[in-house]
């Protein structure tokens, strides 16, 4: 399905032409029937000779109401330019073409209305005229047809001219991320609240979820309707009526933008390339404050001119648009931007880039980048999507890392705004040519992965070498250091798994919440083949030290003593590889001592059925300052049970007793 949208100056007939074409008035508000004159958006539809169906947008064409204008004409794929036969080229035909051409409007029909009113010799001047004046524009060439709303002179032209113009029409492109940009909110009775807009980039369908942006409110679809015929699913390219489930009319506005929950995130700076109008009134002075027009959005920003001091009418320059407040846009829309007083169109672009980073200017290296993403065809855009920077998120990342993360193919699609078919067959044939790489559900470029294993492999060679008595690195540590969101750093340790390029580390522990000297993933990674390592001096201390352990098993030197003998690193690493064990406060085991100590007591339970303080402490010939912490670690086990001042077997199984 395609849309239509009018342009023209005021008074030119615009309205009359689409109710002469459709039999639907476009001016539906009181005040424009009064004045009889367009003010608001107006809508109409008709079936074309051929049989197509297709949507008419009309806007206003007097100066006062260009906002408006401009919130119709974006999703449009061909113009109706309007020009009164009788007047000629008049200021807001200009500026109204002038928009269509900075909107890249990629076809149109140039009508000559009240064609009734002058003779032949006057329309082929006026037709001369135009022609000369479309030819530096995106409607050079156009057809010119005269016509009169009122004689029927010329209609039947026009909708056959229409029907061939839309039938070479590319279809508008599903890449599964559908977007409406709202033009008109409303509610009714027994309904509640509706939206309109041009449906932009994939389908919509009755019963779905979906989020307004840029507020993020949450939403269902009771309702489509095209034409006022009611649908299940909707096509890109359609005007669309969606009745929204559980929203006030007074929570929307004209530009906010209906879309699938996730799939578009609004935001405050894009990069572009931006065209000054040949006939703009004054140059562009780095930092301008301005209004930006896309979709239909209107927000008041700042432009920075990244490549120039001043742009000067007839140029073009890469800026950087600094928003006021959040936009949801995506790469490849156009936009117009005007300045705010007197409110003029001056000029209007293409973006590039929906995700950056805020820029220097004057860096070659960024414009060349910036010009690559302009003119770069598919294949080049899904690359530049896969080696892009993201904005950093965690503290402590640095700048090295963050062009080495991956994305998934719902986050390339949305960058390089191709369909969702198209990024995955260019993905799968990068793949094969060893340009790209896929881990898990994320997609690397080749260089970046092998940057990325390069960096994630150095970071744990580096930690054994600043700390050969620690068994490994942390899995977060490493994930922070690398700048990875935990999914993706899971999959990519994963791989290096897989490969044996790294591995857990695995130690025996007895803290509390643990079973006695379990073997279990302490969260820790290493290098395969690395095992913590003492010097000729340390392995003497560790010697001294497990000897007084094994001496007096079960009365052995507390923490502090310990680190008195050893030093805190040894011990450290004589615990994190499960040669001593923690139990308390203060309170080690050697964990043959512990074990034995476990066996024992589980045996004099399993022999008395209960067990005292007292007991307990004489069957290991301890004291209570070691037996308490033992008997509590032993209830934190489930192993035993305290009743009063006994102990009876808890509900974890305790083993096979010694005698």
């Known amino acids: 399905m395609s849309c239509i949208g009018t342009a023209g100056h005021v008074d030119h007939g615009k309205s009359t032409l689409v109710k002469a074409l459709t039999g639907i008035d476009p001016d539906r508000l009181t005040e424009e029937k009064e004045r009889g004159m367009t003010i608001d958006l107006g809508f109409a539809w008709l079936k074309l000779p051929g049989g197509q169906e297709v949507s008419i947008v009309d806007v206003p064409g007097h100066e006062s109401f260009i906002k408006n204008m401009l919130a119709g004409v974006g999703g449009i794929d061909a113009a109706l330019l ?48 135009v022609a000369e004046y479309l030819k530096p524009t995106i409607l050079a060439g156009s057809p010119i047809l005269p016509v009169s709303a009122y004689t029927g002179q010329g209609l039947p032209e026009l909708l056959s001219t229409l029907d061939t113009l839309l039938e070479t029409a590319s279809a508008r492109k599903n890449i599964a991320r559908p977007r409406l940009p709202i033009d008109r909110v409303f509610s009714l009775t027994g309904f509640g609240t509706i939206v309109t807009g041009t449906l932009l980039d994939g389908v919509l369908k009755v019963g779905q979820e979906v989020e307004i942006l840029p507020q993020g409110m949450k939403s269902r679809i009771r309702s489509l309707q095209t034409h006022k015929q009611q649908l299940d699913v909707t096509r890109p390219g359609s005007r669309v009526a969606i009745n929204l489930a559980n929203i006030a009319r007074s929570d929307l506005t004209r530009g906010n933008v209906v879309a699938l929950p996730g799939q578009l995130q609004p935001t405050l700076l894009f990069d572009a390339r931006l065209r000054l109008l040949t006939e703009a009134s004054r140059s562009l002075l780095h930092n301008t404050s301005v209004d930006v027009y896309t979709g239909s ?65 004057f860096q070659q290296p960024l414009l060349d980048t910036l010009v690559q993403l302009l003119q770069a065809t598919p294949e080049e855009l899904v690359l530049a999507s896969l080696e892009r920077h993201p904005k950093a998120k965690a503290a402590g990342v640095t700048k090295a890392t963050h062009s080495l993360v991956g994305y998934t193919l719902e986050e390339i699609v949305k960058q390089s705004n191709l369909a969702h078919d198209v990024t995955q067959q260019i993905l799968e044939s990068l793949l094969s040519e060893g340009r790209a790489c896929k881990v898990g559900v994320y997609w690397f470029a080749q260089t970046n992965w092998d940057a990325l294993t390069d960096q994630a492999l150095h970071l744990v060679q580096e930690f054994h070498q600043q700390y050969p008595l620690r068994s490994g690195i942390s899995k977060e540590e490493w994930r922070a250091r690398l700048g990875l969101q935990s999914k993706m750093a899971a999959d990519v340790f994963s791989l ?12 025996r522990t007895g803290e509390r919440g643990e079973g006695p000297a379990l073997a279990r993933t302490a969260g820790l990674i290493r290098i395969p083949g690395f095992r913590p390592h003492f010097t000729s001096t340390q392995q003497k201390l560790v010697e001294q030290l497990l000897q007084q352990y094994q001496v007096q098993p079960y009365t052995p030197p507390v923490r502090s003593e310990a680190d008195a003998i050893a030093g805190v690193d040894v011990v450290n690493a004589l615990l994190e590889q499960g040669e001593l064990i923690k139990i308390g406060d203060g309170i080690l085991f050697l964990h043959t001592a512990y074990e034995t100590a476990l066996s024992k007591l589980a045996a004099y339970m399993h022999e008395h059925g209960k067990m005292t303080v007292a007991e307990a402490r004489d069957v290991l010939g301890t004291t209570r300052k070691y037996i ?32």
């Open 82 to 129: 309007v020009i009164a036969a009788d007047e000629g080229i008049m200021p807001q035909t200009r500026e109204h073409l002038a928009i269509l051409d900075l909107l890249q409007v990629p076809r149109g029909v140039v009508v000559l209305t009240k064609a009734d009113l002058v003779d032949e010799e006057w329309l082929e001047l006026v037709r001369e005229e």
């Open 297 to 361: 959005q209107e927000i008041p920003a700042r432009v920075r001119l990244l490549d120039t001091d001043e742009l000067q009418p007839g140029q073009s320059a890469w800026v950087q648009i600094r928003l006021s407040r959040p936009a949801v846009v995506a790469c490849r829309d156009r936009f117009i931007v005007r300045i705010p007083s007197p409110s003029t169109t001056i000029g209007g672009g293409e973006i590039v880039d929906v995700t950056p980073r805020y820029h220097r200017r």
């Open 628 to 659: 308490l912490p033992l008997l509590e670690h032993m209830d934190a086990l489930r192993m035993t049970q305290r009743l009063g001042d006994e102990r009876i077997p808890g509900t974890t199984p305790i083993g096979n007793p010694v005698a």
């Open 496 to 507: 290096f798994q897989e490969k044996s390029l790294l591995e857990n580390v695995e130690t």
